[in-house]
């Protein structure tokens, strides 16, 4: 199982960014799909998340109404549009995917079992 994250850079407070994550290799379920960030000194957290169905999402307090996450089941890929970024944005992002169906919910970091390998969303003021 490989996640490939992609989209992150350097963008001025204000501006938007898409981050893009596709899982390639093996076949395997996608179930639900999240992005979680970590800052400099600080503990990964989520930031949002989506159903395998896509029905249902959630998102971090902090980025309700600035980001929005979406899924593409054929091509096994997940989007976080980020939009009026701000400097406490600024974070390596990773995506994360469900391969084995739990009952966490989804924004409890034990239900993602793959991982990939982080995109620097940097945010100048």
């Known amino acids: 199982v490989q996640l490939q994250a992609s989209g992150g850079g350097l963008v001025q407070a204000g501006g938007s960014l898409r981050l893009s994550c596709a899982a390639s290799?093996?076949?395997?379920?996608?179930?639900?799909m999240g992005w979680f960030r970590q800052a400099p000194g600080k503990e990964r957290e989520i930031v949002a998340a989506?159903?395998?169905?896509?029905?249902?999402?959630y998102y971090a307090d902090s980025v309700k109404g600035r980001f929005t996450i979406s899924r593409d089941n054929a091509n096994r890929a997940v989007y976080l549009h980020m939009n009026s970024l701000k400097p406490e944005d600024t974070a390596v992002y990773y995506c994360a995917v469900e391969t084995g169906r739990t009952y966490y919910q989804l924004s409890t970091r034990d239900k993602y079992d793959s991982w990939g390998q982080g995109t620097l969303v940097t945010v100048s003021s």
């Open positions: 290799g093996r076949t395997f379920p996608t179930y639900a």
């Open positions: 989506i159903s395998w169905t896509g029905t249902s999402t």
